[in-house]
């Protein structure tokens, strides 16, 4: 699949961003000013004032509080979508109608005929689609990959994946299913990632409330481990969990019949003190320390693509199949049984 | 629970080995120069001529063909049974009622009823009974313990342990619950080792025969993944395969709401090299060599508690708690479904 | 010192690029597009072409041969001084005069002499001059130094810095003392900021050709220990060699009365590979990979301290002090003996 | 050189211990049981009620006050001397004389007269002499040794090797140059075991009452660099201090043309925690802890070869080397200059 390459020759691709949160404030001061390709032409933010107070700080000079009309600008020529999760899809979709090249958080979508529409709407709109799985564009698990890839470690065999937040959300806005929705997306996509060619076949979960038991009967799940079964034989491990006390920590593992790979580092920086305590390091506390260079670098690459009308690296389908494990873990929680991607039933 | 010191005071105590195989030559080794407070005072193994090659390699005047003689020789404070997994439980039973301290190799058992008759002979011939979860003395799983223990990392909710041996054992002897009953059954241990207190209620697994797919049809499975619900909510992952190409690799992880402990090193020494193509470090071969110290450990320490009247720190109970889990394992890969180790049908 | 604010409120500050090297290169770039306080208003440099082809790239209006045009720009705010060792404290003392501010690569001067020239010109004029010790804006350099001069591990007593280039540089263009005076710069700066407040007092090195024993008759030194004692009584060591075949090794360490640490980190990637021949992991090659964000860090710190008139962070009086040790190891070479920092014999 | 094997074939060989204090211990231990050929025959320190103290706790029939006594029984194969250190070339003169293969402590003698009279007297009587530089024995350092001598990091450039001990030993008996003699002796012949086949040619110190400053005026050092020149080109740092806050601090460097090698690793185990502080783990206190194995090694060594006529792995010849660097290392802080080890005044 190809698109056609957007933007104006010799011009920034004009961006606008969707969504003036945590995220989205950080992707638009990669696009003001980390990515030289890129420019950030709009901001659009349906909360009050939210999308002026970005704009006017990183010098844009369109702060709107309404999505669609950012959607309706012919000078937009692509769009990073930073909203809350449940929104994703139709904005997608919306987007890519409108004709934009389309830049979308993950999760991309939290059901499976949502991920379809929003597949569907870009290739038809003939326009990029690329999701934020990030890790994809850190430097440790993109050369762990790479390995795989070249058979370095020969046919992987067991695999793992962790999330591990450095503390607890405001429990409020967390809907049941976000520890695999939202969390653990990242780790089911980490683990096709590092088992590049290989699809799941199956998927078995165990979760709990551990953090926060008070939150249980709302069904807020807070630790989870999930069991995935790939079509080449590997099992893979994905786990996560909502407030680690010592910081943010995203590890990876993938063994193989000719070697194994280990990825991450919870370490803030390279300094290691020595006292009567014995050893002592500091770790990283937020994930835009931890992926600050993998965020700019998958914007970048994004810009990149989409003006030379090259396929996204992670593309809609990505975003499906992970999504596949996602819902697989949750039916699995249901069911409390083995759940097959095939037999994986719509909720 | 105690037990009656054994031995002569003022002398070492008189330990028979039973079985002189790899791991029973080491300890063999150990009881005659590594252990102040322990002789070896005879061997036995029924293998033509085994028993007295290690005999007369390690000066030990009494060699025996026959286990039963061992056993008989009031002479013999104490025994440690090295034989295959499957004479173990009789073998115990026999030791204790000849009313011999009895060091056994694990498993100790491979069915819950042998394991019942193994611990009910030991308390009622009020002899101390310890199992080779040599884990339990190495150095850094033992901090690990303690830290848990005094609550250093709060209440523990994900854990880790796995062990990947350095190459595939010759598969003929391998029956089809090796990776569980025997290789697994270490880190049935260790998670219950780092989770003190708590017991698995729930376990499900996944297992193929991913290193030799050519045994597959004789039920030779070689990598697995066990997930284990504790009683505490911990949800625990054990994980095995039978050929690391890079060494033998046993690591432990205990993550809680106050801290996270990693423990395992595959490094041989504390030598590292740069070179050319980068950074590299040697790593350890043979278990002997990892878990030297520990070997010696526990040995040493069942000689003190066996010539003191202390119980062991290691105990048929918990041999029992391992077994569980590995046979709630076998059972989950016979159903492809989650086990409570409650509802375990003996097999 | 206090410096009077530069450029326009309002206005990204006007920097004009002096050298159009590998380094100044890297500056351009930052300028352009890393530091938004910032713009890249004008590119110099003498060799035909250079400047023009690096001021298309980045789209920098402004190419000029003549460093003296540059200067007289009243457009012009600040120059980045990027040209070879040599001409900088001359560059430095024209700029100053034409009231620009100054950020400087090191080494500032070669001679005292010209260190003093550098310095009072900057006075003079009322304008910062900030010199290019990347090392102090790398994030464990910085930690580390903070943690000394907070107290945390007490009085410095031994100290480590070294610098090993990935390959040597072409020996032509090196000059007899470049170790000393380009190279271990670096480190002597370093020594400086880890043991804050403290000065060096005495000075003794030796060096050798043992990388290209050829170029010894013609002065040129490769290799090189120096040992430096400060007026706090702490002893320290400073290392280099033009040519690690694993790649680019900075690293520091500092001893004291309450504890240690540690810096420096020559792996590329969290990534770490276990294999037949071990474990293994990638090294870092070229020094802007390993001091990529200190660079940029640098130069946007001085971009910050001249908009808001604040004495830069790294003086001509810091790249004076640095220079005195670099002076006394030459003269410790030339005289094999040790060389008081007061003694000190101008060349 | 090849020396008579000592011992009665078919029987351990018979050690006596002379000196029973905290290393002598040690040693006495691992005769008693750690060390399969040898047994501890004797035990002799001039103390009251030192030698037999030791002697009863480890079952040793043979306890002295009169240490000539142990050196004339003619049932004594061997010694062992770890007597205070300026003792140790009389005793070693004294028992090769006697006709027993000596082990002795580092270091050998504190003058080259001594040292050699402790040589001729051992090559005359043509018994065994081992000096205890147990380093060599570590499994890491001899690991970089074998490297090196097989080429593997091409030609040493630069060394380094560190001694830090875990703190100030009571400064009473420290003598004014306990740093060089008894300690950095031990770096010294470190760096010849790390640059095998080359010898040291010049020397310079810097030292200081860093940590006791108040007993700066008895001639008391407690903190050292010393740079070594090396015949090969190379050039070694040795580095000491007498009091470590986070422990036993002992590691290693070797950089060559074709490679660096790293050891040392001051962990207690591989126990690593992580907590609301960042990362931790636990330093090596004591260095029977880190050289446990170092020390019982060397001695099993030594009993190896003296049973069979081998000559020790490290002679009186390489004591009197590492001595020649501590002497050169003195002058060099009595003159304040670089001392050549063919110069070197015998004090």
């Known amino acids: 699949m190809t698109t056609l390459p957007a933007g104006t020759p010799g011009q920034p691709l004009a961006v606008g961003l969707v969504g003036a949160g945590r995220m989205g404030s950080f992707h638009a001061e990669s696009l003001a000013h980390r990515i030289p390709g ?7 933010d349906p909360a009050p004032g939210a999308a002026q ?10 702060a709107l509080t309404d999505i669609g009309e950012l959607l309706a600008d012919p000078q937009i020529d692509a769009v990073v979508i930073a909203t809350p999760a449940r929104t994703h899809a139709d904005l997608v979709e919306a987007a890519a109608r409108a004709g934009k090249a389309v830049y979308c958080e993950k999760p991309m979508a939290v059901t499976l005929a949502d991920a379809d529409r929003a597949i569907t709407a870009a290739h038809q709109a003939g326009v990029a689609l690329q999701v934020g799985f990030n890790r994809r564009y850190d430097a440790g698990f993109r050369a762990a990959h790479e390995k795989v890839a070249s058979g370095a470690i020969g046919t992987p065999q067991l695999l793992r994946s962790l999330t591990r937040d450095p503390k607890l959300a405001d429990p409020a806005p967390i809907r049941p299913w976000t520890i695999f929705l939202e969390t653990l997306i990242h780790d089911f996509d980490t683990l096709r990632y590092l088992n590049p060619g290989a699809e799941p076949v199956e998927v078995f979960a165990m979760a709990d409330a551990l953090v926060r038991p008070d939150f249980k009967d709302r069904g807020l799940l807070d630790t ?4 995935v079964r790939f079509d080449n034989g590997a099992i893979a491990t994905a786990e996560a ?5 010592y910081g943010y920590d995203v590890r990876g593992e993938v063994f193989g019949s000719a070697g194994m790979l280990t990825m991450g580092d919870v370490r803030r920086t390279h300094l290691t003190s020595y006292g009567p305590d014995g050893i002592a390091a500091e770790c990283v506390t937020y994930d835009q320390d931890l992926f600050h260079d993998a965020y700019v670098a998958e914007l ?4 990149t693509r989409v003006r030379t009308g090259t396929t996204p690296a992670v593309t809609g389908e990505d975003a499906r199949a992970a999504l596949s494990i996602a819902l697989a873990a949750v ?7 083995p759940v097959l991607i095939d037999e994986l039933k719509e909720q």
Chains 1, 2, 3, 4 share one sequence.
């Open 38 to 44: 890129a420019r950030l032409a709009a901001v659009a």
């Open 53 to 62: 107070r970005l704009a006017d700080r990183l010098g844009c000079p369109n």
């Open 224 to 227: 989870a481990v999930v069991t």
């Open 241 to 245: 969990n909502f407030q680690a006390v």
């Open 300 to 303: 970048a690459d994004f810009t």
């Open 331 to 337: 039916q699995s929680i249901t069911t409390n049984s």
